[in-house]
């Protein structure tokens, strides 16, 4: 089957669900947006916090949905790495995580609901100054630029109706754009409710069909190679564990804290992660035994687009539309989160504070981090996996340690302790991914991490030097 004829092989049926799919999402923004009219006039705090947080109303329910939807946009990247290296996957895109978001549901959550922020970088601000706060709004915005999302939502279109990787990119966004702009936080929210039932319920039949027709954990042990059973998929232990501190950068993610400050309460946001957790481990499961099926019965296909592929192959009509449809659900719950928090960060954490009550100002946000997404994503030539470590090994080793520091001794790092040792493992992150000495093979996160942490310890002792 070739990828550019895959909406030929729709029956009429697959088409009806597909479309049915779509318009439930769209009728999903409508009433998210009838129900902030409904709110009445606001002042303008209140109007920045319904736009930002959903005016701090996210129920149990909505919250379990839109966490669990956000997070899966790159379903082509976990899909992938499953693909070619089997439970590997599982272990880096699923188990590490599991015990960040643990972390989170019980450390984290009691820590930051009193400080009631509206933005990460807002909070760190409060944390340890404003010039943290300004630099963690720069980490931040590339923490949320979503250009993995992207490139999923391009190799989507692109297996559907054929073409360019670039058109289909560009026609994917601006599509997203549309009801993103609209709704604010209420928008994306209950349109990830409706995407996070699709989705999951998609993946879940990939699998359920494929044992009933090639059977159990036996026909892929005949298929795949011994490698695809192991914890290191044939990698170095130092690469699989590498994943293991990018996962911790859960707890400097941006969509996590934002999910949480506008929860109800710290109960629904520490109830939530752990149920959403629990959805997350059985999501995992689906998509990396149904990757390993793909890999098993067309070993020759693409490894970006096997999954999708193989799903069609296998399924009957009706419910490919339905599975298509939860594919696409789970690029863009993630991808409209993205652009929405990732011009927030512009116009709320970057731009003058002058402008952080101009709606104007938040639109051109979106907008300007879509353009600047679709040109990242085209130079990293559709590679998820790249994105997702390079832009993962900053966050999380220049901005992970002095956050998860003042959490456990807070006060005592200060704004430009911060500052330095952020900048030190930026700098050092760069070089090393750039230009590595002949003879060292060391990932550069860790090196990162050495910079930033050398530099939280040196710091006071150059404050001190001066001093006298």
């Given at each position: 089957m070739k990828a550019k004829l895959l909406i030929d092989s729709f029956s009429t049926l697959d088409l009806v669900v597909f479309f049915i799919i779509l318009i439930a999402t769209f009728i999903s923004v409508l009433y998210g947006n009838k129900l902030k009219k409904n709110r009445g006039e606001l002042s303008e705090k209140e109007s920045l916090i319904e736009l930002l947080l959903m005016g701090r109303r996210l129920t149990l329910p909505l919250f379990i949905g839109t966490l669990v939807a956000t997070w899966y946009g790159g379903i082509f990247g976990v899909t992938q790495i499953a693909f070619e290296k089997g439970l590997y996957n599982f272990v880096t895109q699923g188990l590490f995580w599991y015990i960040a978001y643990l972390i989170f549901a019980f450390f984290i959550v009691d820590k930051v609901s009193s400080f009631k922020a509206l933005t990460l970088p807002d909070l760190i601000s409060r944390l340890f100054g404003p010039k943290a706060g300004k630099l963690s709004g720069v980490f931040n915005f590339f923490n949320v630029l979503p250009i993995a999302y992207v490139i999923s939502l391009g190799l989507f279109l692109q297996v559907l109706f054929g073409g360019e990787l670039l058109p289909m990119m560009v026609l994917g966004v601006f599509i997203v754009l549309l009801y993103s702009l609209w709704g604010g936080m209420r928008a994306v929210v209950f349109s990830d409710f409706i995407q996070f039932f699709v989705m999951c319920s998609g993946v879940f039949f990939i699998l359920v069909f494929s044992i009933f027709k090639f059977g159990g954990i036996s026909f892929l042990q005949?298929?795949?190679?011994e490698?695809?059973?192991?914890?290191?998929?044939?990698?170095?232990?130092?690469?699989?564990?590498?994943?293991?501190?990018?996962?911790?950068?859960?707890?400097?993610?941006?969509?996590?804290?934002?999910?949480?400050?506008?929860?109800?309460?710290?109960?629904?946001?520490?109830?939530?992660?752990?149920?959403?957790?629990?959805?997350?481990?059985?999501?995992?499961?689906?998509?990396?035994?149904?990757?390993?099926?793909?890999r098993a019965?067309?070993?020759?296909?693409?490894?970006?687009?096997?999954?999708?592929?193989?799903?069609?192959?296998?399924?009957?009509?009706?419910?490919?539309?339905?599975?298509?449809?939860?594919?696409?659900?789970?690029?863009?719950?993630?991808?409209?989160?993205?652009?929405?928090?990732?011009?927030?960060?512009?116009?709320?954490?970057?731009?003058?504070?002058?402008?952080?009550?101009?709606?104007?100002?938040?639109?051109?946000?979106?907008?300007?981090?879509?353009?600047?997404?679709?040109?990242?994503?085209?130079?990293?030539?559709?590679?998820?996996?790249?994105?997702?470590?390079?832009?993962?090994?900053?966050?999380?080793?220049?901005?992970?340690?002095?956050?998860?520091?003042?959490?456990?001794?807070?006060?005592?790092?200060?704004?430009?302790?911060?500052?330095?040792?952020?900048?030190?493992?930026?700098?050092?992150?760069?070089?090393?991914?750039?230009?590595?000495?002949?003879?060292?093979?060391?990932?550069?996160?860790?090196?990162?991490?050495?910079?930033?942490?050398?530099?939280?310890?040196?710091?006071?002792?150059?404050?001190?030097?001066?001093?006298?």
């Amino acid at each position: 089957m070739k990828a550019k004829l895959l909406i030929d092989s729709f029956s009429t049926l697959d088409l009806v669900v597909f479309f049915i799919i779509l318009i439930a999402t769209f009728i999903s923004v409508l009433y998210g947006n009838k129900l902030k009219k409904n709110r009445g006039e606001l002042s303008e705090k209140e109007s920045l916090i319904e736009l930002l947080l959903m005016g701090r109303r996210l129920t149990l329910p909505l919250f379990i949905g839109t966490l669990v939807a956000t997070w899966y946009g790159g379903i082509f990247g976990v899909t992938q790495i499953a693909f070619e290296k089997g439970l590997y996957n599982f272990v880096t895109q699923g188990l590490f995580w599991y015990i960040a978001y643990l972390i989170f549901a019980f450390f984290i959550v009691d820590k930051v609901s009193s400080f009631k922020a509206l933005t990460l970088p807002d909070l760190i601000s409060r944390l340890f100054g404003p010039k943290a706060g300004k630099l963690s709004g720069v980490f931040n915005f590339f923490n949320v630029l979503p250009i993995a999302y992207v490139i999923s939502l391009g190799l989507f279109l692109q297996v559907l109706f054929g073409g360019e990787l670039l058109p289909m990119m560009v026609l994917g966004v601006f599509i997203v754009l549309l009801y993103s702009l609209w709704g604010g936080m209420r928008a994306v929210v209950f349109s990830d409710f409706i995407q996070f039932f699709v989705m999951c319920s998609g993946v879940f039949f990939i699998l359920v069909f494929s044992i009933f027709k090639f059977g159990g954990i036996s026909f892929l042990q005949e298929k795949l190679p011994e490698s695809y059973f192991t914890v290191t998929g044939g990698e170095t232990w130092a690469t699989t564990l590498v994943w293991g501190f990018i996962a911790l950068s859960t707890l400097v993610d941006p969509n996590f804290y934002q999910r949480c400050f506008a929860a109800e309460s710290k109960k629904v946001a520490k109830k939530g992660i752990l149920i959403s957790t629990l959805i997350w481990f059985c999501f995992d499961i689906c998509t990396t035994l149904g990757a390993m099926y793909a890999r098993a019965v067309m070993p020759e296909a693409d490894s970006g687009q096997a999954y999708v592929l193989y799903a069609m192959s296998i399924l009957p009509d009706g419910l490919k539309g339905f599975v298509l449809a939860g594919i696409l659900a789970t690029i863009l719950s993630t991808l409209d989160s993205y652009l929405f928090l990732a011009g927030t960060t512009v116009s709320f954490d970057l731009l003058p504070e002058r402008f952080r009550h101009k709606k104007w100002a938040h639109y051109f946000g979106v907008v300007g981090v879509s353009i600047l997404a679709i040109v990242l994503a085209y130079f990293f030539k559709g590679n998820i996996k790249a994105v997702w470590k390079t832009l993962g090994s900053y966050s999380a080793a220049c901005l992970l340690l002095p956050v998860l520091y003042a959490y456990i001794f807070p006060g005592k790092i200060k704004d430009g302790q911060f500052v330095f040792g952020c900048l030190l493992g930026v700098l050092m992150v760069t070089y090393w991914r750039n230009w590595p000495p002949e003879g060292f093979h060391i990932d550069e996160f860790y090196m990162g991490i050495l910079a930033t942490s050398l530099g939280l310890i040196v710091y006071p002792l150059i404050r001190r030097d001066k001093a006298h």
